[in-house]
């Protein structure tokens, strides 16, 4: 989810400002040996993939922002839904969208970089080789505001996403009254359409029975006085 996106951005700035937080600038560069130049060099690569990390996450967030529709409509993505509650349409819920891609999060549109070799970096140390002339010059040039930028903007991301999901959910909890609401409401027209359309089986059984038990006492009756005429016109 984005939540967890967002998440994963604030610990790599974590991460980044924690070891940003761990360098000892020396005094005099000249005099580092190679052991220490070599570990200023892996401070700075790791500060490399820490921002490609951050960048990747903030490809992730877009890419799930534009992956979030439904049938054509995606509030994520800055879409409005509309949802009607009975059928003459005077009855609706309006839900507002909101792009939530990384720059509608709050990040920065460029790539993030968690050091520089220009000027404006903070923690800036120049490495002419140190004491080994064989080692390679090191030029590292900590961007601490942009790691601190990172981690406000994740914060306010956090912020945003926690908003929007309690918005979300309020829509959500309306939607579901109405739905049993209607739902009951089905029901009860159902039951009462029931109860003007459909037969008692047993009741009509038994009307069916009385009638055909009537039918046949009538045509007993008949039949015994055709025969008592019968009888009386024989007399004569």
């Known amino acids: 989810s984005l939540t967890k996106l967002v998440e994963q951005a604030q610990s ?53 922002a534009r992956d979030s529709g439904y049938r054509g409509t995606n509030l994520l ?9 009975n059928e003459s349409d005077t009855s609706q819920l309006e839900i507002e969208g909101i792009t939530f891609d990384s720059v509608g999060l709050g990040f920065a549109a460029a790539d993030v970089v968690f050091f520089s070799t220009t000027g404006g970096a903070e923690a800036v140390i120049d490495v002419p080789g140190g004491t080994d002339p064989s080692t390679t010059d090191v030029n590292l040039g900590v961007s601490l505001g942009n790691i601190e930028t990172a981690l406000d903007e994740a914060k306010s991301a956090l912020n945003s996403l926690r908003s929007q999901a309690r918005t979300f959910g309020g829509n959500m909890a309306t939607i579901q009254v109405r739905e049993e609401f209607t739902k009951g409401l ?21 009307k069916l029975l009385s009638l055909q038990t009537a039918q046949q006492l009538g045509i007993t009756s008949l039949a015994l006085a055709s025969q008592a005429q019968q009888s009386v016109l024989r007399l004569f």
């Not at 005094?27 to 951050?54: G, R, W, Y």
């Open 12 to 64: 790599i700035a974590q991460t980044a400002r924690d070891i940003v937080g761990s360098i000892q600038p020396p005094a005099d560069a000249t005099d580092l040996t190679a052991e220490e130049v070599s570990a200023l060099q892996a401070t700075k690569e790791e500060l490399d993939t820490l921002a490609d990390d951050f960048n990747q996450i903030m490809e992730q967030i877009d890419q799930l």
């Open 77 to 85: 993505n800055g879409a409005n839904l509309t949802i009607q509650f």
């Open 186 to 206: 089905i029901n009860t027209l159902k039951e009462g359409a029931d109860k003007l359309t459909l037969a008692d089986i047993n009741e009509e059984g038994a």
